[in-house]
């Protein structure tokens, strides 16, 4: 039984405490991860995803120190603490997103917080000096990750959190009758409660879920090469929120693949959170250039539907690796033309990218490993040659100059390139009066809707208005 004592905490009591910390923070992060794909709300997307990457970032620290405390006594994923993962194992389990956001982050992340909280208060600050520099920034990310969380949650309907409120005091209830986080376990089975404890277990829906507020839309990739600089700069902007789709994937394998080596899910995490910042890129250039991401240009899971749907996971798991083998040397050129045309915003973002997809490689190289160990080790990446396929739905296959996609615009048309679209702007909205357009690749009927060149004194110029649109190109 774990004692304690005032400022006196020996390394065994230290170790047990941090190892089940560890345990709530893996096993919350999990269920964050593969919620990704369920949760529609695109902020609480986002949110998901970037303390994903800090919640692995705090449990891979906190092992570490573990395994430290008692070297080279390998005992930090030890067959223990059963009731409180069967509660953390129920966290996905949920019917909205504000029910899973109330349990996750009003329950048990305030837990985690004031198990480490009472973890510095109690202990030695000198014998135990590396937890404490550890924790401490543990603490204070956590802070963090609250005071977000409190701002997304101010923007959830009264009747929402209210139809929330019972599974959030479940969870805290079966938290508690599990021993807490700070603590014993108990043992006992998960506390029983009709219509909450004896939901299915969450899994991974065939399709990932997208915000309410965006229309449906059949693909994510434009159906022809771009013609100008500026439908340049919307192609890669578009391709890079579309980006998505991967960030749920490294999630989803988080959550449906259990018992496998911490370092794998500690990779995907960062994974996960990668991607989505690539969305995120993109989100940052589409309003810039004043379109709505989702109503003006489409945010489609096409890869779930092509790939997914009839080969699962795995399936998705070998198409990214394998969009990913070319993608450091295409986007090392690509931001080298964006940057020739004069738009060293995109350029920028390119460079980003192509740097996090050198360690995807060796992600999706030890996650194909693990699961299937009989695969031979892929080859390096070939160098890039001109029609060398597509990565990531930016597709070159339509483009009769390959890799020189960029380079195919007459130069006299570069000045059009808006680098003006910049770092963080705020949200650009339509001018005064202008209808909102539909997306552009709704219908089936070619180049029914594609997306025209911008014209200054109208930036949404992408020829069609929606009503036309939906009465004549895209039916019911």
Request: with cysteine; glycine share 6%; hydrophobic share 40%.
């Amino acid at each position: 039984m774990i004692q304690v004592h005032p400022n006196l905490q020996e390394v065994e009591q230290a170790s047990a405490l941090q190892r089940r910390l560890y345990r709530t923070i893996r096993e919350t992060l999990r269920a964050m991860a593969g919620r990704l794909t369920g949760v529609a709300g695109w902020e609480a997307k986002k949110l998901l995803a970037h303390d994903v990457w800090l919640d692995a970032e705090h449990a891979n620290g906190i092992r570490q120190r573990v395994l430290e405390l008692r070297f080279p006594r390998v005992d930090v994923e030890v067959d223990l603490d059963h009731a409180l993962l069967a509660v953390l194992d129920h966290l996905p389990s949920t019917q909205s997103d504000a029910e899973f956001l109330a349990g996750v982050y009003r329950v048990v992340k305030p837990e985690v917080l004031a198990a480490v909280e009472r973890y510095l208060q109690q202990s030695d600050p000198l014998d135990d000096a590396p937890s404490h520099r550890w924790l401490r920034l543990v603490r204070d990310e956590l802070r963090e990750q609250l005071q977000q969380f409190a701002s997304l949650w101010a923007t959830v309907s009264p009747a929402e959190q209210a139809a929330a409120q019972p599974w959030e005091d479940w969870v805290r209830a079966a938290l508690a009758e599990a021993g807490g986080v700070f603590g014993q376990d108990s043992g006992r089975p998960r506390l029983s409660r009709p219509s909450f404890s004896d939901r299915p277990r969450y899994a991974i829906p065939p399709e990932p879920q997208r915000d309410p507020r965006w229309l449906p839309a059949v693909t994510q990739v434009p159906p022809r090469p771009p013609r100008t600089p500026q439908e340049q700069q919307i192609w890669v902007a578009i391709d890079h929120m579309n980006e998505i789709w991967a960030s749920e994937l490294a999630g989803a394998l988080v959550w449906h693949h259990r018992g496998l080596p911490w370092s794998l899910y500690y990779d995907a995490a960062r994974w996960a959170y990668d991607e989505m910042r690539h969305a995120m890129m993109g989100e940052r250039r589409l309003l810039a250039y004043g379109f709505e991401p989702g109503v003006d240009v489409p945010i489609v899971p096409d890869h779930w539907r092509g790939v997914g749907g009839r080969g699962g996971l795995e399936a998705m798991l070998f198409v990214v690796h394998g969009l990913e083998q070319g993608g450091p040397q295409w986007k090392a050129q690509l931001r080298s033309e964006l940057w020739q045309l004069g738009d060293p915003y995109s350029a920028q973002d390119c460079d980003y990218d192509w740097a996090d997809e050198s360690g995807h490689i060796r992600y999706g190289q030890e996650w194909i490993q693990a699961l299937y160990p009989d695969v031979p080790k892929a080859p390096p990446p070939r160098a890039h040659s001109p029609g060398s396929g597509r990565l990531e739905g930016l597709d070159r296959r339509t483009t009769p100059h390959g890799s020189a996609w960029l380079r195919g615009v007459p130069p006299a048309d570069r000045s059009q390139v808006r680098p003006d679209a910049a770092a963080a702007p705020p949200r650009v909205l339509p001018p005064a009066g202008l209808q909102r357009r539909h997306h552009f690749l709704r219908s089936s009927r070619p180049n029914s809707c594609l997306m025209k060149a911008f014209a200054p004194a109208d930036p949404l110029n992408l020829g069609c208005v929606r009503p036309a649109c939906a009465s004549a190109a895209h039916g019911p």
